[in-house]
């Protein structure tokens, strides 16, 4: 079956930092990669999506890309601050078209301090 | 943006009482919502999807007669935890299809 390992926190970094969080998955076709955020007390929001080899998926200056070869796609953002504090997902979709529901991984609690 | 309600945010019930999680579409019709559960420091695990006008589908290992899902409108889904216990305490986080997944702010189930 369809699985997603993500890196386990909590992550704590300073404000400024170069932020990383690793994600890889296996899927038994070509699935659609997400990466949702989860603020205390609200609900998951989509963050970024990739839906094919190399795509790169980006918002809010994250970026995630699509990597068939290693089976990975690593949340990055060059300058983190206090508040992207938060739990990151990393999910992937069999069909990316809302038929079938998310496989996610444990989620990743980033902590960053001013 | 697509909003998804859900309600209660959190609850607190005897063992062997039944607890209703409803979940709303506010601004958009959803034919396909999905149900997750998380336990501490684990994964969302997708629970069954419902589908407006026709019985959920459940993941294997999830028990049909003790999460009852009825999803009788397009814009309404529930899930019923019937004859808790203490196991089924647990984050219980909706989510509805538009062109996408948007996901309802979850319900802590606290079971004593």
């Known amino acids: 079956g369809n699985s997603v390992t993500q890196m386990e926190g909590p992550v704590t970094l300073s404000e400024e930092a170069f932020l990383t969080i690793n994600c890889t998955y296996t899927?038994?076709?070509?699935?659609?990669l997400f990466w949702y955020v989860q603020y205390p007390g609200e609900g998951l929001q989509l963050l970024l999506k990739a839906t094919k080899a190399d795509d790169k998926g980006s918002n809010k200056g994250f970026e995630a890309t699509y990597r068939k070869e290693t089976t990975s796609f690593h949340l990055e953002k060059g300058s983190v601050q206090v508040s992207d504090s938060a739990v990151y997902f990393c999910a992937l979709s069999e069909t990316g078209g809302g038929a079938d529901g998310l496989t996610f991984g444990k989620g990743t609690h980033l902590i960053i301090q001013p | 943006g697509a909003v998804v309600s859900q309600h209660p945010s959190w609850v607190i019930c005897k063992s062997g009482t039944s607890v209703k999680i409803e979940c709303r579409s506010l601004d958009f019709q959803a034919t396909t919502m999905f149900w997750y559960r998380q336990f501490p420091k684990q994964s969302l695990m997708l629970m069954a999807t419902?589908?407006?006008?026709?019985?959920?589908?459940?993941e294997q290992g999830v028990e049909k007669d003790k999460f009852l899902i009825n999803h009788a409108s397009l814009t309404l889904s529930t899930l019923t935890v019937t004859s808790a216990h203490p196991e089924d305490s647990s984050f219980y986080i909706c989510s509805a299809e538009n062109y996408g997944y948007t996901f309802g702010s979850g319900t802590r189930l606290t079971v004593v």
């Open positions: 899927a038994t076709g070509y699935p659609s």
């Open positions: 419902s589908n407006e006008g026709s019985k959920a589908t459940y």
